[in-house]
Each structure stands twice: as structure tokens, then as C-alpha cells.
């Protein structure tokens, strides 16, 4: 029989009611002729409020510590879970990461998925029952408790997924698909019926949030498609596959925004082979890592460079760019936090020409400076004035059809 995978997020297990529900939905894809297992969130709200608990004490409590007590509320959600689907008639058994042999490395807080036992869980689902797997956690060769970092629920998924030859893994969250753009930035814009795994990766690096990169990561090597969709009503959502015909046809697929970066610039450094290397192995060796880079030569011979990184390692890095700039004798090194990335995704990209011409004619049209431009095969990101964040959004999706046709207006 072919198998499922239905992943419920926090919201989706935020009350006992909705755990029903979800047990109902399991029971109707079981009579449809399917074998379903189940990955859990924590309860909405359950995570941050344990480790609310931990910092209380100490803020810098041991990642051991806070992994033990965090992993605990996935640990209420496949127990809840498991009575819910005995309510409503089927064999279910939950388990723990550690039980159903989810192995990681072994770092605090932020394992990484080593291996995946899935012995345990096979013997359920061939007796026709339900195994209920924790998300977000795993266990270590040496039986300690790890968690694969916040918001990682939907990697176990995709990863148990994997790991059993899922047919489809349904992630069932409080948004009821992928949009073309935000739709809180951009009225009517578009809900896609499908998207292939690599525009997905570069939406997820790009600011889009509804899935994590880790878990689009596993589902594309695997080659399990994704299905993004809402446990708040039936309808489908959106299909994370591989490229399938016609895809090409769409010039840009998607539009997202990422205000959690910063530029740091450096003025006046010699112009010469191995700057740059020492610039970046600065911050590499404090394991700092780089989006966007744009060099180019000043007036007076020296050379000037900017680079991008996160907001929440911008400290580290203004302090690692200082050391190589006093080294370089630069002449200055400036920071700007008021930026935004604003990128354009489609495989479209690959067979149409004239794609970034017309990202830059529409923003210029509206006056908006472009500061870096970064692009791959099949996405070119710019960065702009943060204060022009939507305008750029909401210019792009329309100039590049990524909006609804306004329902009720009728065209004579
Ligand atoms: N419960 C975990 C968190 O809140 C994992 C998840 O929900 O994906 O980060
Ligand atoms: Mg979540």
C-alpha cells in the first residue's frame, strides 16, 4: 500500500479539538487505501514557553539541558495525538525520536539527521496501524537528546518521510499554500498549485517562511513531493515536486522579501590578488557566514567591497571585517541595517531572456535604487532601501502577472 506522511504544525495540534479533526482526516486518507504515518509539532506556543522556563533561570543554560526540556512538547503532542486516532477506530503508536531511531549528530540545539532507523516504524504501518513520530527531535549514538533546531519539525517529516518511500508528504500548517508573493504585502496574489524543489530552496533562502530550507532539501534528494496545505478547511494546497513540463513557460514563479540582512562595506583596500580571501577567511574562521558580495575599483586606485549577512551576526561580523581592515589599512569600514533582498525565482529563467532587464526597469520606473544584485540560474535578488520594501514587491508582481484577475470585474 502506499504510504503518506501527514506533518501537523503547532496550530494545527493548538487545541484538543483540532487533534480530532486531524485524527478524522488520518482515518478518511486510511479508507482512501493509504498507509499514514504522522509527524507532530509541539502545541502552538509549547516550545517557546518551555525555554521561556530555562532562560528564567539562565539564558546560557546547557544545550543538553534545554534540549531534554524542549523536545518535551512534541512528547505531549504524539501521545494526544495517538489517543485521538484510538477515539476515532485506528491502531496508533507514538513515538519518540529516539524510539523510532532518528539519529543525529551531536550538537546541542541545532542536530543534524544522521540516520533513520525505520524498522520500528514499518512494522506499525504493515499491521495497519498509525506510528505518531516527534518532530523536531533526535537522538544521539551515545542515547542523548538532541532537537534539530527551531521551527525543524517539518525536516523530521520530510526526512521520515524519505526514510519510508513516502509516496507524498503532506505538511499541514496555518497557511493554505505557497504564494507567488506575501499576500500580506500584495492583495490577491497568486496561490500556486505547484512549484518545483529548487525554486522552493531558492524562495526559502530568499525570506519565504512557510516551509524550512532543511526540509525541501531532504524532500528534493529523496525525490518526495511536498504538499503544503491547511488543516482549517479542505481544499488543496501547493505540490513541491520536480520540474514538470510547462513549468518553463512561467517567466518568474515567485517574489520574496528578506529584511533580516545587513550590508557591511569596506572603503580604500588594495586592489590586488587575495583580498578578498582574507576578508572572508576572517569571518569564516569565526564561523560567520556571507550572502550577497559586490567589489569594485574607487577613484584612487584602492579597491571597495560589501557584503551582506544576517542582522543576528552582524556584530560579529563588524568586528572580524574591523581586524582585516586595520591589516588592509582600509579607510573605512560602515554598516547599513536599513536594507532589504528583494528576489525574483523561476525556472522561466533558464529559457527567457530579458528577465533582469525587466526587474530593474520596473523598480527603477519607480525610483528605487538598487544597491547589489546576486543571481543563480534560476533567481536574481537585489538590494534596496529597506523603506521600499513593498513598493518593490507589489511593482514586481504585477508587472510580472503574479496577481489574481480581480474577481467580479467583467470584462465586456
Ligand atoms: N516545536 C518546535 C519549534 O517550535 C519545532 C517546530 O514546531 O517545528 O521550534
Ligand atoms: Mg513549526
Known amino acids: 500500500m502506499p504510504i503518506l506522511v501527514h506533518k501537523y504544525g503547532g ?23 493509504y498507509n ?27 544545550g543538553r539541558e534545554r534540549d531534554v526540556l524542549a523536545s518535551a512538547g512534541e512528547q505531549v503532542s504524539i501521545a494526544l495525538m495517538a489517543i485521538a486516532l484510538h477515539k476515532v477506530g485506528i491502531e496508533a503508536v507514538s513515538f519518540t525520536a529516539s524510539q523510532a531511531g532518528i539519529v543525529t549528530d551531536p550538537f546541542h540545539t541545532r542536530a543534524k539527521i544522521k540516520s533513520i532507523d525505520a524498522g520500528r516504524l514499518r ?28 521551527g525543524a519539525s517539518d525536516t523530521s517529516a520530510a526526512a521520515i518521510a524519505a526514510a519510508l518511500g513516502a509516496e507524498r508528504c503532506d ?12 499576500p500580506r504585502i500584495v492583495r490577491g496574489a497568486r496561490k500556486l498549485a505547484r512549484i518545483s524543489y529548487d525554486e522552493m530552496l531558492e524562495m526559502a533562502g530568499s525570506g519565504s517562511k512557510v516551509l524550512q530550507t532543511r526540509s ?5 534528494k529523496y525525490r518526495v513531493p511536498l504538499q503544503v496545505l491547511t488543516s482549517f478547511e479542505d481544499k488543496p494546497g501547493t505540490l513541491i515536486s520536480e520540474e514538470v513540463e510547462g513549468m518553463e513557460e512561467i517567466l518568474v514563479t515567485g517574489i520574496c522579501s528578506d529584511k533580516t540582512e545587513a550590508r557591511i562595506s569596506v572603503y580604500g583596500i588594495p586592489d590586488q590578488p587575495g583580498i578578498a580571501a582574507q576578508v ?31 542582522k543576528s551576526d552582524l556584530n560579529d561580523a563588524v568586528k572580524a571585517t574591523e581586524v582585516v581592515a586595520k591589516k588592509l589599512k582600509a579607510r573605512q569600514v560602515s554598516v547599513d541595517e536599513k536594507i532589504a533582498k528583494v528576489s525574483i525565482v523561476g525556472v522561466g529563467m533558464k529559457s527567457h531572456g530579458g528577465v533582469a532587464a525587466k526587474m530593474f526597469r520596473a523598480l527603477a520606473d519607480k525610483g528605487i535604487n538598487i544597491y547589489m544584485i546576486s543571481t543563480s540560474e534560476i533567481r536574481i535578488s537585489v538590494v534596496i532601501d529597506e523603506d521600499y520594501t513593498e513598493l518593490a514587491v507589489r511593482t514586481l508582481a504585477k508587472d510580472f502577472d503574479l496577481i489574481e484577475e480581480d474577481e467580479g470585474v467583467v470584462s465586456a
Open 11 to 33: 496550530t494545527s495540534m493548538g487545541t484538543t479539538e483540532r487533534i480530532l479533526s486531524n485524527a478524522h482526516r488520518i482515518a478518511a486518507d486510511i479508507r482512501r487505501g
Open 36 to 62: 499514514v504515518a504522522v509527524v507532530v509539532s509541539a502545541m502552538a506556543g509549547e516550545t517557546n514557553r518551555l525555554l521561556g522556563l530555562a532562560d528564567a533561570i539562565d539564558p546560557k543554560s546547557s
Open 123 to 150: 512494522s506499525v504501518l504493515e499491521k495497519g496501524g498509525v506510528p505518531v513520530v516527534a518532530g523536531f527531535q533526535g537522538v544521539t549514538d551515545d542515547m542523548e537528546v538532541t532537537t534539530l533546531g527551531r
Open 171 to 182: 505538511i499541514y500548517t496555518d497557511v493554505d499554500g505557497v504564494y507567488a508573493a506575501d
Open 216 to 220: 525541501v532539501v531532504f524532500a528534493k
Open 280 to 310: 572572508f577567511e576572517q569571518l569564516a574562521s569565526q564561523g560567520l557566514s556571507v550572502d550577497m558580495i559586490v567589489q569594485g575599483k574607487g577613484e584612487d586606485g584602492l579597491a571597495n567591497m560589501s557584503f551582506t549577512v544576517t
